[in-house]
């Protein structure tokens, strides 16, 4: 048996890595299909309530870009999703004209709320496993 180079244990790692991301994200699909969500719209609205944790307070698209695994056009069409159903509200920033905010409605809220046990549920089942 050929023993394995330092690049080819990194490669192997990180296509382990990829591997649990895309049976993570599945299995969050799955588990939050029954709400009307899927694992990006929930990124979203996770990182919306962690960022703007009160009534009235909003984040900047510009600032999700990077912390979701979406291009930039994708995330505004999963914004405006979220909008349509009533979960994400945007408006323009005043001080910069090209800026968009955008903000859990009550309704977020209350779904986030609804739906973050059966997430965490799902990974800490998933990153379980990764870890035996």
């Known amino acids: 048996m050929a023993v394995k180079t330092a690049e ?7 296509r382990d890595i990829l591997a649990v991301h895309a049976r993570t994200m599945c299995e969050i699909d799955r588990a939050l299909h029954p709400y009307g969500l899927g ?3 929930f990124e979203v609205l996770d990182i919306l309530a962690a960022e703007s944790p009160g009534d009235g307070d909003h984040c900047r698209v510009q600032n999700l870009v990077g912390r ?3 291009s930039q056009s994708a995330l505004s069409r999963l914004i405006g999703r979220l909008e349509k159903d ?3 509200e945007r408006s323009v920033c005043a001080e910069d004209r090209r800026g968009v ?3 859990l409605t009550a ?4 779904l986030h709320s609804e739906v973050l046990p059966v997430q ?11 870890e035996r």
Request: charged share 35%; glycine share 8%; net charge positive.
């Open 8 to 14: 080819a244990r990194l490669e192997e790692r990180w």
């Open 39 to 41: 694992a990006s719209d």
């Open 68 to 70: 979701v695994h979406l």
């Open 86 to 88: 009533g979960l994400v």
């Open 101 to 103: 905010w955008v903000a």
């Open 107 to 110: 309704k977020g809220r209350d």
């Open 120 to 130: 965490r549920a799902v990974l800490g089942r998933m990153l379980a496993e990764r």
